[in-house]
């Protein structure tokens, strides 16, 4: 089905434009910051190594998944609502205690995204952009 054929993939709202975006740039971020951890794992000696492993690749796993979430979320698959607003809670529950601590710029660059986010999920845009179940148009 081309987008001639169905105008709500044709248009989408802004807000699906920067949730997507949001959710690639922290997917990109989550990447750098798992180049910068193996960069550090092999060039000094870990107090666990196993635990610094599983730590890098659970790291480039979850990146790698907000990549995928961003992209679906974009096509409009419903199942993508769910996944950012669990990842955006994380990102608040780690942003509120580095406020905590007296660093309030990455306290911030993490609240603000993720408070956009979960506010703009919740927009009647948002919820008819994401109400697909499958890539053909008929849906049983």
């Known amino acids: 089905m081309s987008t ?11 807000a699906v434009f920067i949730i997507s975006a949001v959710l690639v740039l922290e997917a990109l971020c989550l990447l750098g910051f ?7 794992l092999a060039t000094s000696a870990p107090l666990s190594l196993g635990g610094a492993v599983f730590t890098l690749v659970f790291a ?7 990549l ?5 979320f974009f096509r409009g698959y419903r199942w993508t ?18 406020l ?4 309030i710029l990455p306290g911030l660059v993490l609240l603000l995204p993720a408070a ?3 506010l703009l999920l919740f927009t009647k845009p948002v919820l008819e952009h994401t109400s697909r179940l499958t890539d053909s148009g008929k849906t049983f």
Request: glycine fraction near 6%; charge should be positive; hydrophobic fraction near 60%.
């Open 68 to 72: 995928v979430v961003g992209h679906f």
């Open 60 to 66: 480039v796993a979850l990146a790698v998944w907000l």
């Open 81 to 98: 609502r769910s996944a950012a607003l669990v990842w955006q809670l994380f990102v608040v529950i780690l942003a509120v205690p580095t």
């Open 4 to 14: 001639s054929q169905n105008p709500r993939r044709a248009q989408r709202a802004p």
């Open 116 to 118: 956009a986010v979960l």
């Open 34 to 40: 798992a180049a910068w951890y193996g960069y550090q």
């Open 100 to 103: 905590q601590a007296g660093l």
